[in-house]
């Protein structure tokens, strides 16, 4: 069975500084990977996706994502962040061929400081 | 092309009532996933329908809960008897056949149990 631990429950960071959240998978065989972004009161977004090929997904609003199968793990970034960044992300794993159940981490919330 | 409808947005339902909370696919989608989301935890996977038939429900209370996806007209993930434990944003998601795709998300149902 697919899993993902999102190790941080909450990041604080200044607007305008650098992010990176943490997300670490756990599945047999090549998995498809997302995050996806959730205002408050408000339904997921998806911020990007990766299925195959090139590790580094590029995805909305400036964010991109590394896929590491060494290290299983799929980390969100961004090298400038704004006050609107700030949201609920969730990683998800969904498995690649048979039968796809996307499966989520339990969230980093991300709090923006002026 | 909508999205992902769900209603109602906001249901209230005293204890020993029943909750229906329906949710249109977008036009194309064929797959369908109910997720809960608790307070401070992520999204945890309830059940994925396809047209006339339930795929996976592993994720399902084993009573009160029940889902179905008909030919014609909406999903609906059905409550009896709800209880305070209930309360919770329900979403449902939905992805063309084929799989290699994300799930695109509806904006939730809030459910309140009085």
């Known amino acids: 069975a697919q899993s993902v631990t999102q190790p941080d429950i909450h990041i604080t960071v200044s607007e305008g500084a650098s992010l990176e959240l943490r997300c670490n998978y756990s599945?047999?065989?090549?998995?498809?990977l997302f995050w996806y972004v959730q205002s408050p009161g408000q339904g997921l977004q998806l911020l990007l996706k990766?299925?195959?090929?090139?590790?580094l997904v590029q995805g909305i609003k400036g964010f991109e994502a590394e896929f590491k199968r060494s290290q299983s793990s799929f980390n969100l970034r961004k090298p400038s962040v704004h006050w609107s960044d700030a949201a609920e992300y969730f990683c998800?794993?969904?498995?690649?061929?048979?039968?796809?159940?996307?499966?989520f981490g339990r969230g980093t919330s991300l709090i923006v400081h002026p | 092309n909508a999205g992902v409808m769900q209603n109602p947005r906001h249901l209230v339902r005293r204890r020993g009532q029943e909750a229906r909370l329906r949710c249109s696919p977008m036009?194309?989608?064929?797959?369908v996933y109910w997720y809960r989301q608790l307070p401070e935890e992520g999204l945890k996977f309830m059940v994925y329908?396809?047209?006339?038939?339930?795929?996976?429900e592993s994720g399902m209370p084993k009573e009160r809960f029940s889902a179905e996806f008909p030919k014609e007209g909406p999903s609906i993930l059905r409550i009896q008897q709800v209880v305070r434990g209930d309360s919770a944003a329900y979403f449902c998601?939905?992805?063309?056949?084929?799989?290699?795709?994300?799930?695109?998300f509806g904006q939730g149902t809030r459910l309140t149990v009085v």
């Open positions: 998601a939905s992805s063309p056949p084929g799989g290699r795709t994300e799930a695109f």
């Open positions: 599945y047999g065989a090549t998995p498809y």
């Open positions: 990766y299925f195959s090929g090139d590790t």
């Open positions: 998800a794993v969904g498995a690649a061929g048979g039968s796809y159940i996307p499966t």
């Open positions: 036009k194309g989608h064929s797959h």
């Open positions: 329908l396809q047209k006339e038939n339930i795929i996976d």
